[in-house]
């Protein structure tokens, strides 16, 4: 059984910071990559941010330098670090966990950014 927890969403002034984090646990084996997704009512799931276990990312043009993903392989677990937020990243966002075999995802986390 794979458990993908995600934490540290929440209200935030627009211009703020929230630190979102991600730790995957139980019969997990070789994670190829970790990421996040998300998505808003009505719309298709994007991917945010990715990062393989080399440690090589990509993001979406509309994050890119204002966000930050990181991991730590140890501990199965990934963190994206979001600055300078904006009422248009007010949305839920999804972890995923990209296994040898198959993908795991969380229940989300919602980020609210107010103007």
């Known amino acids: 059984q794979v458990q993908v927890v995600e934490s540290g969403g929440g209200l935030v002034q627009a211009g703020g910071s929230l630190r979102l984090s991600c730790a995957a646990s139980?019969?997990?084996?070789?994670?190829?990559?970790m990421g996040w997704f998300r998505q808003a009512p009505g719309k298709q799931r994007e991917l945010v941010a990715r990062?393989?276990?080399?440690?090589?990312?990509n993001y979406a043009d509309s994050v890119k330098g204002r966000f930050t993903i990181s991991r730590d392989n140890a501990k199965n677990t990934v963190y994206l670090q979001m600055n300078s937020l904006k009422p248009e990243d007010t949305t839920v966002y999804y972890c995923?966990?990209?296994?040898?075999?198959?993908?795991?995802w969380g229940r989300g986390t919602q980020v609210t950014v107010s103007s």
């Open positions: 990062i393989t276990s080399g440690g090589s990312t």
């Open positions: 139980g019969s997990i084996f070789n994670i190829d990559a």
């Open positions: 995923v966990v990209e296994g040898r075999l198959r993908n795991y």
